[in-house]
């Protein structure tokens, strides 16, 4: 096995847990509600959700501290399609990697050339890519314009646009990810998203007109795959992206194979107070037949590099999942529905719903109404 020891450090572009929790105590929900769909208008947490350093059920306790329940209401709704995807992720399995119900539609098993490169003519869309690929992160509402380009305008196969996202997002998380992608393409819900011109002008604040997406949603609809989104690209480029660099040391090696216990962590998991006080080996896992063959832009690997540096006394280990066979250590995790397949004793995860039963739940609304049945009926109590 190959360790990389690391310890806590800062960094100017993300906060610590109490500087984020101090953050959460300000924000201004009613704001939230009226920005939201803007782009610039987003919290920006949900790198520190995805990369598991703070739980949805703690965030809900933070923000309900300045603000009211009736006005926190949409930005808690928000959290509950975090949980909606996790849990039909937990139900499901790697299904959500394919299509949950059939599409009409013929699609191209590739991704648009001018998406990739940022040339689709839509002046904000191509900002949004271009972002993307710079920083890792764009607002949901680009998310969903651009897979409904990928799906809807280009007829190319949701899964390759995920695929291709996801190998970008810092906030990466498959369920939020691909699932969303199937609802935008149809294949959720049945019900496809399109993206539109006004729509557009009018939460960028841009002005673009005459565009191919310019028209009504029933003639982009029924129109002929436009002429700069033919061209694809069959086999997604790859990322130039590194692995933390590792040392191969015999005492490295021995504190493991010799270790009582080893908490095991992954890039999903890392949450700086989980058994905090436990005398134990802590150990980052990460995978290389996940995170190796260009898979991953080196924005998404500097981000699980930084968040496990607010782990303290952690460990990096890459390897593959079944090479920690050989460890007779009791090896405690995290539950997390990507990593089913991992050794250990699980903790369950923070819930904002567990009572809700582990289910398929084919649209939010139905998941919705299991939260009313098994909660109370006030306000309050669904938050």
């Known amino acids: 096995m190959t360790a990389t020891s690391i310890s806590p450090k800062s960094s100017p572009d993300r906060l610590s847990l109490s500087e984020l929790e101090a953050y959460i105590r300000t924000i201004d929900t009613s704001e939230y509600t009226k920005t939201r769909n803007y782009i610039g208008g987003s919290t920006q947490l949900s790198e520190y959700i995805s990369r598991g350093m703070i739980s949805l059920p703690r965030i809900r306790e933070l923000v309900l501290e300045k603000n009211s329940f009736s006005a926190s ?3 808690l709704n928000e959290l509950a399609w975090r949980e909606y995807w996790q849990l039909t992720w937990t139900a499901i ?3 959500i990697f394919d299509y949950i119900r059939p599409i009409k539609d013929t699609v191209r098993p590739a991704m648009p050339e001018a998406v990739i490169n940022a040339h689709t003519g ?4 191509d900002a949004g890519i271009r972002q993307l690929q710079t920083t890792g992160f764009i607002d949901n509402h680009m998310r969903m314009w651009l897979a409904g380009l990928v799906c809807q305008v280009a007829k ?3 899964k390759v646009g995920a695929a ?3 190998s970008y997002l810092i906030d990466g998380d498959y369920a939020s990810n691909h699932l969303s992608w199937q609802w935008v393409a149809g294949s959720y819900t049945g019900k496809p998203y399109l993206p539109q ?14 565009t191919y997406l310019d028209q009504g949603y029933g003639e982009i609809a029924s129109m002929e795959i436009p002429e700069i989104l033919l061209e694809t690209v069959d086999v997604l480029p790859a990322h130039e992206a590194t692995l933390p660099e590792d ?5 490295g090696l021995n504190e493991l194979k010799n270790a009582d216990t080893i908490l095991l962590y992954s890039p999903w998991t890392l949450d700086p107070l989980w058994r905090k006080q436990d005398k134990a080996i802590r150990v980052l896992l990460i995978d290389p037949d996940v995170f190796s063959n260009g898979r991953f832009s080196q924005q998404v690997i500097d ?3 930084w968040f496990a540096g607010q782990v303290a006394d952690l460990k990096i280990i890459c390897e593959p999942v079944k090479n920690l066979e050989v460890l007779t250590a009791a090896i405690i995790r995290k539950s997390y529905p990507g990593i089913t397949t991992w050794p250990g004793i699980v903790d369950e995860p923070e819930m904002l719903f567990p009572e809700v039963p582990v289910a398929f739940y084919p649209s939010f609304s139905s998941y919705w109404k299991q939260i009313k049945k098994y909660s109370m009926t006030d306000q309050q109590s669904l938050f």
């Not at 839509?122 to 869309?125: F, N, R, T």
């Not at 011109?197 to 005459?210: M, P, R």
């Not at 040392?247 to 005492?251: A, C, E, G, R, S």
């Open 93 to 95: 399995g790697d299904d």
């Open 156 to 158: 190319c196969d949701w």
């Open 247 to 251: 040392t191969v040391t015999l005492d």
């Open 303 to 305: 981000s699980i590099v």
């Open 197 to 210: 011109q006004d729509n557009i002008n009018t939460y960028t604040e841009s002005l673009q007109k005459d």
């Open 164 to 166: 291709w996202m996801h």
């Open 73 to 75: 209401f949409k930005f």
């Open 122 to 125: 839509i002046v904000a869309l």
